[in-house]
């Protein structure tokens, strides 16, 4: 239990800690983002749209590649048992995404966590599985989700981070799809 956790106030000024042996080599947390490689994943799905992916190692060897999906909630509906569902632009299945590290970009909120389940909102999946996600009470439509991946996600356009922001990014890849693709 960390103390984000138990004084979620405290988001406000800290973020949330990662455990970074999920998270490709780099990856540091603010209370509004999640940057790999120096790269912003907000400005990156600001850009391109989401779902979008970034993938890296997770450590010096070159055989541990993990990668970063962000995907935006597309829906938060409750389920007849009472359980809340959230509803995303992207797979929840997808290369073994750890939902368990989900974390909230792009706003803070200060509202203790709740468990939901997630699932792919339509065209991108008729899972039926039951994934769970800690995330804030107040979760809504348009509100972004960065969570690491055990595996590259599959993406259907795949631009380097140097065409993105410039040289000089080091072996940082991004998949993404654009935006009417």
Same mark, same amino acid.
Do not use: K
């Given at each position: ?80 048992? +009472? ?8 797979? $929840?299945?997808? !290369? ?5 590290? @989900?974390? %909230? /970009? ?35 439509? +348009? ?8 595996? $590259?996600?599959? !993406? ?5 981070? @140097?065409? %993105? /922001? ?16």
């Amino acid at each position: 239990m960390t103390l984000t956790r138990l004084l979620p106030t405290l988001r406000a000024s800290i973020p949330d800690p990662l455990d970074l042996r999920v998270w490709p080599l780099g990856t540091t947390a603010t209370t509004v983002d999640v940057a790999v490689g120096g790269v912003s994943l907000l400005h990156v799905a600001q850009v391109c749209g989401t779902p979008t992916s970034s993938s890296g190692r997770t450590s010096d060897s070159l055989d541990s590649t993990w990668s970063v999906m962000v995907v935006r909630v597309a829906a938060v509906a409750e389920h007849p048992d +009472g359980e809340p569902v959230v509803l995303v632009d992207g797979d $929840p299945d997808a !290369s073994g995404a750890i939902w368990r590290e @989900a974390r %909230l /970009i792009g706003r803070i909120s200060t509202v203790r966590d709740r468990v939901s389940v997630i699932r792919p909102a339509p065209p991108y999946g008729t899972s039926r599985s039951r994934s769970f996600v800690e995330l804030p009470r107040d979760v809504r439509e +348009g509100d972004l989700i960065a969570v690491p991946c055990s595996a $590259p996600v599959p !993406s259907p356009v795949a631009a380097t981070a @140097a065409a %993105l /922001i410039g040289p000089g990014t080091g072996a940082l890849r991004l998949g993404v799809r654009t935006r009417g693709a």
